[in-house]
């Protein structure tokens, strides 16, 4: 079986053996006669996926009774919107922290329906990286605090949480979603997109604390943008095949051990990567030693045409998705949870071939 | 290969062949070493997925350039608040058909955003049926006139579009959609959840013609609720699974000979089914006859005991899916376009017998 050592950002790389087990069952999901894309959301074989992918989320990331798991649809980029559209209103103020693209579209959002405090922006620095907890200004009374834990475009992560000053955190962790250990009782709400770690695009794994939920506005909303619609039914049919997959990929992370067994194996694949950045001044990482993320390693050459030269030859190699975000340029390597260590050591052993040819 | 002869209301059966074709490329998209679900949403296979399925909706349709095709996340659920959103607001009207649940839940959203005239309600009739175009009652300088195209709960379908008095329609096709033609001309806009029709639970297709998305509001609205955000470019991951599966049950209507040739054996379908409950009296349809469902075949058997007893003998014959809504009960054989004739003929033949055992 051939796979491309695949680097791509997102929609990105999912355990091989997952994507085994769903091509076995894809006509017959455990003798049904049908694929788990034809059964009804309120049959018995579905209410066991999601139960199970609820219970797995919960005992691997430590969630307690006190937080309810919903899987919605619409990315990312509908929960900046849903969040302020639940928790904000005349009056009220949130923290948001400025540190790149996805920032922006949260604050942007935002705006619409609350008012907005600028806890901190990397933006006149290039969003190079992310602040440190003295850095950041706080607002009495602001309803939560806002950050991205890691930043795809411009490859900088937070070490861990930002000091809220007993404000509830809420984070977009679409791109490190169970990649490592989260502080979950600091947490009001954690939401991403599973396109990177979590599964195939198209479900959003939304993960609120009860106290937080509990604030959610409840007066003439929208049925399927309030948070409380989605708390404890199925109030629409969700996306099937996403929760399926999501559920067989939480089983694959129990089968390495748990959250913190592949939080090693990431840190050890980021720093191979590191070292040879910094081995001397050929390739040169973006982001500040401090801020830099495990997932998006991102990176320049000397000069534009070698950037191309190195995407070409590397591609050449199946070493794909190599290419910078378009806003930015440059190369980024994206080594979610499921790509193997044998394909970050492919790309180094190239990276070392190519400055000695280049360099 | 055992499959069931599934009768489900959605999600639903697929067509076979297009599962076979997704398994056998699940793990390697076109000698990528990548699946379909591991490629960039940016990337050359992923928007060739796209625009292969935007012209063949377009052609199967007839839909001409003053149509542009979204594919949106979030289900039909979602677009009864979208819709409103951006077509209603300060002292805009629209008219609203109420033929079942969905009708309902959808205009609960639009009185959220505008003034709401009720065009025609059989509600007090158990919605046993959809209005005549005599029944209709329009008004002036509505927005659009919004209708169920097929309600599967109370097994009620249009023979054709409602009179609109040349106000554009907004349809509720996701019941129905790509199971016969439909006059597009008379529509601002026609959205479908796939989990019928079109593919597995997770995608949106909307169609609005261009006319109508400019009257879309723009001032101060949230970026992915609103419908110009979407055209002409993907604004956030689109659900790639979902489309990628969408556009090969497109190409599996093409190979039935196109949406005339569906339409026809799915009417070849209902009929054999309508004709066996009209036998006599131990069947009831419980759908006006004027307004039968050719997607959802909804009929009572003389006893709440004698429709348990005919579930559970289904199901011992692999046929699936059959008992009726929760909120009314009775059974429900769904037949959408992927249901094999073979399935109905065997429904058939099980009815027959049970019948004459208990009759």
């Given at each position: ?6 680097f791509s950002a997102g929609?990105s790389i ?134 991205t834990s890691n930043n795809t475009i411009f490859g900088t992560q937070y ?14 962790a679409s791109s490190d979603f169970l990649s490592r ?11 991403a997109?599973?396109q990177k770690n979590a ?63 592949v939080e090693?194996a990431n840190e050890?694949k980021a720093?191979?990567l590191y ?12 982001a500040?030693?401090?801020s830099r993320s495990r997932m998006n390693v991102t ?33 980024r390597a994206s080594i979610y949870n499921a790509l193997?260590?044998?394909?970050v ?15």
């Amino acid at each position: 079986m051939f796979r491309s050592h695949n680097f791509s950002a997102g929609p990105s790389i999912l355990p091989t053996e997952v994507l085994q087990k769903a091509q076995a069952e894809l006509l017959d999901y455990k003798g049904t006669g049908s694929s788990i894309m034809e059964l009804s959301h309120r049959g018995p074989e579905y209410i066991e996926v999601d139960a199970q992918a609820t219970a797995r989320l919960k005992s691997l990331m430590g969630l307690g009774d006190d937080f309810e798991v919903l899987f919605l649809q619409g990315g990312a980029s509908t929960q900046f919107m849903m969040v302020p559209y639940n928790f904000l209103g005349e009056g009220k103020t949130a923290n948001y922290l400025n540190t790149g693209t996805w920032s922006k579209k949260a604050i942007k959002e935002a705006k619409l329906f609350g008012k907005v405090h600028i806890g901190f922006s990397s933006e006149d620095e290039n969003f190079g990286r992310v602040p440190a907890n003295h850095e950041i200004s706080h607002l009495e009374g602001a309803e939560y605090l806002h950050f991205t834990s890691n930043n795809t475009i411009f490859g900088t992560q937070y070490r861990s949480e930002p000091e809220s000053n007993d404000i509830p955190l809420v984070c977009d962790a679409s791109s490190d979603f169970l990649s490592r250990e989260v502080d979950v009782k600091r947490y009001g709400m954690i939401y991403a997109g599973a396109q990177k770690n979590a599964g195939p695009a198209g479900v959003t794994i939304v993960i609120i604390r009860k106290d937080f939920l509990a604030k959610a506005r409840t007066e003439n909303v929208s049925t399927i943008l309030s948070y409380p619609t989605h708390v404890g039914t199925m109030f629409n049919t969700p996306p099937v095949f996403g929760v399926y997959f999501f559920n067989l990929v939480l089983e694959w992370i129990e089968n390495q051990g748990g959250i913190k067994a592949v939080e090693q194996a990431n840190e050890a694949k980021a720093a191979h990567l590191y070292a040879e950045i910094d081995k001397d001044d050929f390739y040169r990482g973006t982001a500040h030693a401090d801020s830099r993320s495990r997932m998006n390693v991102t990176f320049r050459l000397p000069s534009d045409d070698l950037e191309k030269q190195f995407v070409k030859e590397a591609a050449a190699l199946h070493l794909d998705g190599l290419k910078g975000h378009r806003s930015v340029g440059g190369i980024r390597a994206s080594i979610y949870n499921a790509l193997p260590r044998a394909s970050v050591d492919t790309l180094v052993d190239f990276m070392v071939a190519f400055r000695s040819k280049n360099g």
